[in-house]
């Protein structure tokens, strides 16, 4: 193990056999703060190399925003600002760039403080570890690939906070089923100024009114201001008649905030019916045909 410590500067590295898989890792994927005007807090991420050779790592941070495009988790936005979601500058890591060997696991310090005039509401910034690779030919010249893989963080800071989302889109991927699995989309928008831990469950009903099946979404993260897609799939494969699926969605730092929203769909396995409704026509002509080659008479 390496250890540098300064008045600035502290990070270890430690080797491991780790397998060749022509890729590096960091760790954790995400760190989730509140930090008050004035707080600072350190954390720790991990670059693990992988590549199977010594790699220069550069440490760089990069603000991010939610999208409107539901397909979009964020938006990296370069040297750009966020503007009052901006956190790029509270963040400082122990270092900048360092060489690594295959199999080096790098643990960095990043020192985070909200300022003291940070406005209430969330704050995001992306702190990434990026490898530049061996020139390569590319039309007419060459060109140097970097990779990077990178640790969402996301602040929030207290204060006077609005939490405020609903579910605008809702439905399966067909109105009509000859047989399952059922697919379902569902969308929902964050119009608050805080990123919002969404829990969402279907129930399905039949015609009857009676629940034939209950299952939980995939946990989400919205961003504030910001919209984010979700999918689910109900693994039943025989259906029949008219369903309504009802949607709720949990949210909120309390969990206290919900939604509903409903929909409604058919299925009938009309192949099947199809067959069986062949296989009565070949019964039906059997016996047909059987009772106009043979007689039955009454023994005298």
């Known amino acids: 193990m390496f250890l540098l410590v300064g008045s600035a500067k502290a990070y270890t590295i430690e080797n491991y056999q780790e397998n060749v898989e022509d890729r590096f890792v960091i760790s954790p994927v995400n760190l989730e703060l509140t930090l ?7 954390q720790q991420i ?3 190399n992988r590549l199977g050779k010594t790699v220069n790592f550069g440490i760089t941070k990069e603000d991010f925003v939610g999208s409107s495009d539901p397909e979009k988790v964020t938006e990296f936005l370069g040297d750009e600002s966020a503007g009052i979601t901006s956190a790029k500058d509270w963040v ?15 643990t960095v310090q990043l020192t985070i403080t909200a300022p003291q005039n940070a406005v209430a509401g969330s704050h995001y910034v992306a702190v990434f570890a990026s490898a530049t690779g061996e020139e390569q030919d590319q039309g007419n010249g060459k060109v140097r690939l970097v990779s990077r893989v990178g640790t969402l963080i996301l602040i929030n800071v ?17 109105n009509f089923y000859r047989q399952g699995p059922v697919e379902f989309s569902t969308v929902f ?3 608050g100024n805080i990123y919002e ?5 279907i129930a399905i009903k039949n015609i009857l009114g009676t629940e034939v099946a209950r299952f939980p979404l995939k946990d989400w993260t919205v961003l504030s201001n910001s919209s984010r897609k979700q999918n689910a799939t109900w693994n039943q494969k025989w259906l029949m008649g008219r369903y309504t699926a009802e949607l709720t969605t949990v949210y909120g730092f309390g969990g206290n905030l919900k939604n509903t929203k409903s929909i ?3 299925a009938f396995p009309w192949h099947i019916a199809l067959l069986l409704l062949l296989l009565l026509i070949v019964i039906y002509y059997l016996f047909k045909y059987f009772f106009s080659k043979f007689e039955i008479r009454k023994k005298s």
């Open 36 to 42: 008050s005007p004035g707080q600072t807090t350190t």
């Open 46 to 48: 991990t670059i693990v």
């Open 92 to 106: 400082t890591p122990d270092v900048d760039e360092i060489a690594l060997n295959h199999g080096d696991r790098l």
């Open 158 to 174: 207290p204060g006077n906070n609005q939490e405020s989302g609903e579910i605008t889109h809702f439905s399966a991927d067909k």
């Open 189 to 191: 928008k964050n119009s």
């Open 197 to 201: 831990k969404v829990k969402g469950e």
């Open 264 to 266: 409604v769909f058919y």
